[in-house]
């Protein structure tokens, strides 16, 4: 079996190393291919990537090139994990949202849809490079935003499936305060990507027991702070709302409070700094405690079990995904990518049907679905007049004169990733 991934640069790649070493039975990679345009972080990070599968006694082998048709040809699967721009990029989706009294974050909102205009393009090449060396190759998508890119992909005909570790982490989050071990916990996950609430926690499978009433009467508090939502909140929705549903509900609390602090774009770029120095250790053999804090937690547990469904008979037959819609929520067109519990095999992601949404949730996914429509066309086909409908139909958004402002920022801080500016 061989795997590529896209971005294999990254400082995220540790992660996902380190669960392709420990769940290799779940998952035997014969040679695991690492693709970068950056040779000096590539070297860094592969280096440490063979000391890991070394010490874990891992007889894969780790290889390296900076040219994708090379490093894609003869895949099983491909997992890209790219990030268009770096940091520098994401530092600004943080912060000009904010000029305009909007939030400013990487995967929703004016700085979500800067992050989806400069990475559309760039992934629907790279997978049209992989269907000319192997059209059954699968493509994994865990680029934000997930969503867009997902749709961008199953539109264009190419066989994939997007990934989030929004729902592994509740699941390891719920399973700890239950004691019990993460695969007796099934959530029942409905919605968007970034835009998700968990209606229930059941024990056993999908017809277990709901133990979600119990699980916020004694733990409610802790969840809330987690989710740094009140108690009172949480409690009156009686379900656990994604922590990206803050930006929704507390979105002038949040903006307030990042224009009082660095952008975490700034962090993270310190701790890449950190990270990449760590990585270049040769004693180094296992990933730094430094990486829990830089995000993606679980990350390389979901990719696995992922990968290891779609590729063979490894993985769980029910898992958290990206994917077309296809009727499960009637109020959305069938090729709108939803992000729910689908049962997951060599033909790809089945949604698991899903019990009529309240409106407080359907109408949200509704309105978000919506501007992920116009932001993939604004992506696919560019002009200062598809980027501003996105913007104002953005929920986080919707006025036109913060619409007009973003527009201008959007555009001039996304010069040179865009063909047509």
């Not at 874990?56 to 082998?61: C, I, S, Y």
């Not at 949040?254 to 120095?277: C, D, I, Q």
């Not at 990518?337 to 060599?346: L, N, P, Y």
Request: glycine share 10%; proline share 5%.
């Amino acid at each position: 079996m061989k795997l590529a991934v896209v971005g294999g640069g990254s400082t995220y790649t540790p992660e996902l190393i380190d669960g392709f070493a420990r769940l290799r039975d779940t998952l035997p990679i014969e040679e695991l291919v690492l693709v970068d345009p950056a040779a000096d972080r590539l070297e860094l990070v592969s280096g440490l990537a063979r000391r890991i599968f070394a010490k874990q006694d891992h007889a894969g082998k780790i290889t390296t090139t900076t040219d994708i048709d090379a490093g894609v040809a003869d895949a099983d699967a491909v997992l890209l994990q790219l990030r268009v721009g770096g940091q520098a990029a994401r530092n600004q989706d943080e912060t000009w949202p904010l000029e305009c009294g909007c939030v400013g974050q990487e995967t929703t909102g004016a700085g979500g849809l800067a992050k989806a205009l400069r990475t559309v393009p760039v992934v629907l090449d790279i997978a049209e490079r992989v269907r000319r060396t192997n059209p059954d190759a699968w493509i994994i998508d865990f680029t934000n935003p997930v969503g867009i890119v997902t749709r961008a992909l199953l539109q264009a005909g190419h066989k994939a499936v997007g990934l989030c570790n929004v729902a592994i982490g509740f699941q390891r989050k719920f399973a700890r305060l239950l004691e019990v071990e993460p695969g007796q916990v099934h959530l029942d996950h409905v919605g968007l990507n970034h835009l998700s609430w968990e209606l229930g926690v059941r024990l056993g499978g999908p017809d277990g027991e709901n133990v979600l009433p119990k699980l916020l009467a004694e733990h409610g508090d802790a969840i809330a702070d987690d989710l740094r939502m009140p108690r009172k909140l949480v409690d009156r929705l009686g379900v656990v709302p994604s922590y990206y549903l803050r930006y929704f509900y507390a979105h002038d609390e949040v903006v307030k409070e990042l224009g009082t602090k660095p952008s975490r774009a700034a962090e993270v770029a310190a701790m890449e700094k950190e990270l990449l120095e760590m990585y270049g250790d040769p004693a180094l053999d296992e990933k730094p405690e430094l990486l829990a804090k830089r995000g993606g937690a679980f990350y390389s547990e979901a990719a696995v079990d992922l990968a290891a469904s779609l590729l063979g008979d490894g993985g769980s037959p029910v898992q958290v995904v990206n994917t077309y819609n296809n009727g499960t929520l009637p109020f959305l067109a069938d090729d709108a990518v939803i992000e729910v519990q689908a049962r997951v095999g060599r033909d790809g992601a089945t949604p698991l049907a899903v019990p009529a949404l309240d409106p407080l949730y359907a109408g949200l996914i509704a309105n978000v679905t919506a501007y992920e429509d116009l932001a993939l066309e604004a992506a696919l086909r560019g002009g200062r007049d598809r980027v501003f409908k996105a913007l104002l139909a953005h929920p986080l958004i919707g006025q036109f004169d913060y619409a007009e402002g973003l527009t201008d920022r959007l555009i001039a801080h996304n010069r040179e990733h865009l063909a047509w500016a």
